[in-house]
């Protein structure tokens, strides 16, 4: 069975352009999660969807940001315009109800 | 407030010695807790979870942590570290075994020969 993956795996942009970032959970996966770190600091939670709808999105950290989650299967997080300080390591994970948070390798974001 | 704390940022461990790698946490509720493990290049990988029951939790790779409620305290051992146990290491809590969880700051691994 495929796990989470997320696309691309690096990518550079320059403040002040947008940049989408995919996560494909794994098959039949209700939950999906995104979550952030930012260099040197911790992994920190953006949000959780079930299915197609928006469970949590305490994390996001500003409307900069724009998550979505298309007939509740793959999810896009828009960063739109990037600055400096979203440059991290993007993480999505998806699980089953009652299971635990199976992670993608992650998406490295470098805002120049 | 609700936090993680791992206080050892950076460990380094002989091949064939043993490891412990120490997380507390302050949690209003009864606390799921999760140690994950980052590879290079690799995405984080439950190494073991802790819901309820028997308070030492045995996990994938030969680790085990044990859940000491006076202490808060949710930290991780193996008895004998491996070259390929080289990483980053994660301690992390959750209301449930489906929200959000919340991460430590990690703990990072390197193993001599």
């Known amino acids: 069975e495929a796990g989470v993956t997320q696309f691309p795996s690096h990518s550079v942009i320059e403040k002040g352009q947008t940049v989408t970032l995919r996560c494909d959970p794994i098959s039949g996966h209700d939950n999906l999660y995104w979550y952030r770190r930012v260099m040197g600091k911790e992994i920190k939670f953006l949000l959780h969807?079930?299915?197609?709808?928006?469970?949590?999105e305490s994390g996001m950290p500003n409307n900069r940001f724009l998550a979505e989650r298309t007939g509740g299967t793959y999810s896009t997080l828009k960063v739109q315009p990037a600055e400096l300080e979203d440059s991290g390591v993007y993480f999505c994970a998806s699980s089953q109800w009652g299971s635990e948070q199976f992670f993608g390798p992650g998406t490295r974001l470098t805002v120049l | 407030a609700q936090s993680v704390t791992q206080p050892d940022i950076h460990i380094t461990v002989s091949e064939g010695a043993s490891l412990e790698l120490r997380c507390n946490y302050s949690?209003?509720?009864?606390?799921?807790l999760f140690w994950y493990v980052q590879s290079p290049g690799q995405g984080l990988q439950l190494l073991l979870k802790?819901?309820?029951?028997?308070?030492l939790v045995q996990g994938i790779k030969g680790f085990e942590a044990e859940f000491k409620r006076s202490q808060s305290s949710f930290n991780l051992r193996k008895p004998s570290v491996h070259w390929s146990d080289a990483a980053e290491y994660f301690c992390a809590v959750g209301a449930g075994s489906w929200g959000k969880l919340q991460f430590g700051a990690g703990t990072q691994v390197v193993v001599t020969p």
């Open positions: 949690y209003g509720a009864t606390p799921y």
């Open positions: 969807f079930v299915k197609e709808s928006k469970q949590d």
């Open positions: 802790y819901f309820s029951g028997d308070t």
